[in-house]
Nanobody, 125 residues
Framework: VQLQASGGGLVQPGGSLRLSCQAS????????VGWFRQTPGKEREAVAC????????YYPDFVKDRFTISSDSAKNTVYLQMNNLTPEDTAVYYC???????????????????WGQGTQVTVSS
């Protein structure tokens, strides 16, 4: 299992970014996949998870209506569209999966087994 995240960068408050996660070694038709983030001194937290077999998503309250997770099975890629970004969204963002887990809710509440490298998102004016 390999996950390659990209798309991070510097954006102004109120702006948008779309992160991509290219998956290899497995296909996006069964396991749950998710995006997590971490800032220095804080625990890694889930921001969005997707059940790829039924498209059920889970979002924590602090990102609802701002972040959207989706996948493209033809490209074996997972996306995170982030809108209305605030400085509090500044973090390293990671994509993750666990082939034993198909529930988006469960993936977001348990530590996934497989992680990609992070991509830095900085929200600043």
């Amino acid at each position: 299992v390999q996950l390659q995240a990209s798309g991070g960068g510097l954006v102004q408050p109120g702006g948008s970014l779309r992160l991509s996660c290219q998956a290899s070694g497995f296909t996006l038709n069964r396991p749950a996949v998710g995006w997590f983030r971490q800032t220095p001194g804080k625990e890694r937290e889930a921001v969005a998870c997707l059940s790829t077999n039924n498209d059920i998503t889970y979002y924590p309250d602090f990102v609802k209506d701002r972040f959207t997770i989706s996948s493209d099975s033809a490209k074996n890629t997972v996306y995170l569209q982030m809108n209305n970004l605030t400085p509090e969204d500044t973090a390293v963002y990671y994509c993750a999966t666990d082939l034993r887990q198909s529930s988006s809710y469960a993936l977001c509440h348990r530590r996934p087994r497989d992680w990609g490298q992070g991509t830095q998102v900085t929200v600043s004016s």
